[in-house]
């Protein structure tokens, strides 16, 4: 079996084994780099470079990037997080997130993100783009408003539950999460127990008849910022901070 290794994540040593990403890195270490598209069951897909970190000074995915002896690696550093912000802002803007109207609202983890990195309004004029819904499948509804383009759902369909019930349609401002159906969710063997319905991050993809199951003060971010629990796993790491750095 190989052996593990050391890298450096600002300034503090971490141990790696063969095989990791930086993500799994850092997260393993207690080192939170902020994500949106990674999640721990699914493939690294490297498609909203949130996670993006230095790596010996250059631009680089956390979740995509090997861990390898010696790296030194730059995390949470104010360019950085100002990058963040930006990819963040232009997710707000370019959809169409209603937080106050939203049942992820408090669960959502763009919206969870926006509060870590301090975003308190997008730089950027809002598009309003024209999105559709489909609310015909008895357990779940999609709402393409509030889509960020991660994949989890299409990677979590195909890997996971087998089935292949979402992928990518169009380019650019056009790209859309769609379905495996001429025109309906219901006509797919989508059911609501499936790992795609899980990990949707933001209120894109929803059980229906779930809604603000967890009132204000016991929803997932209330008390604790995005991330708290990976800093959780530090030894001796101090409490989670919010806002800009
Ligand atoms: S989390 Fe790495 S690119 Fe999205």
Redesign the pocket.
């Known amino acids: 079996m190989s052996e593990s290794f050391t890298l450096t994540i600002d300034g503090v040593e971490v141990t790696a084994q063969p095989g990791q990403s930086i993500?799994q890195a850092a997260d393993a270490a207690g080192v939170y780099?902020?994500?949106?598209?990674?999640h721990p069951e699914l493939e690294?897909?490297?498609?909203?470079?949130?996670?993006?970190v230095k790596v010996n000074g250059r631009p680089q995915?956390?979740?995509?990037t090997p861990a390898t002896k010696g790296m030194i690696v730059e995390n949470d550093t104010p360019e950085l997080n100002e990058h963040r912000r930006s990819l963040i802002e232009m997710l707000f803007v370019e959809g169409n997130h209603f937080c106050m109207f939203c049942e992820r609202s408090g669960n959502c983890e763009l919206q969870a993100l926006a509060y870590r990195l301090g975003i308190d309004a997008p730089r950027h004029d809002y598009q309003y783009p024209a999105r559709t819904l489909d609310g015909s499948h008895p357990e779940v509804f999609i709402d393409r408003n509030r889509c960020i383009l991660?994949g989890r759902c299409v990677r979590a369909s195909r890997d996971v539950d087998g089935k292949h019930v979402f992928d990518f349609v169009g380019r650019g401002k056009g790209k859309r999460i769609w379905i495996d159906a001429e025109s309906r969710l219901a006509d797919t063997p989508l059911e609501g127990e499936d790992k795609a319905v899980e990990v949707c991050p933001v209120g894109a993809i929803l059980r229906k008849g779930a809604a603000y199951a967890a009132p204000i003060g016991r929803r997932l971010y209330d008390h604790d910022p995005i991330g708290a629990d990976i800093e959780a796993k530090r030894v001796g790491a101090p409490a989670a901070k919010g806002g800009k750095s």
């Not at 780099?33 to 990674?38: D, E, F, K, W």
């Not at 690294?44 to 993006?52: I, P």
């Not at 995915?61 to 995509?64: L, P």
């Open positions: 993500l780099i902020p994500r949106l598209c990674a690294a897909f490297g498609a909203c470079r949130v996670c993006t995915a956390a979740c995509t991660c």
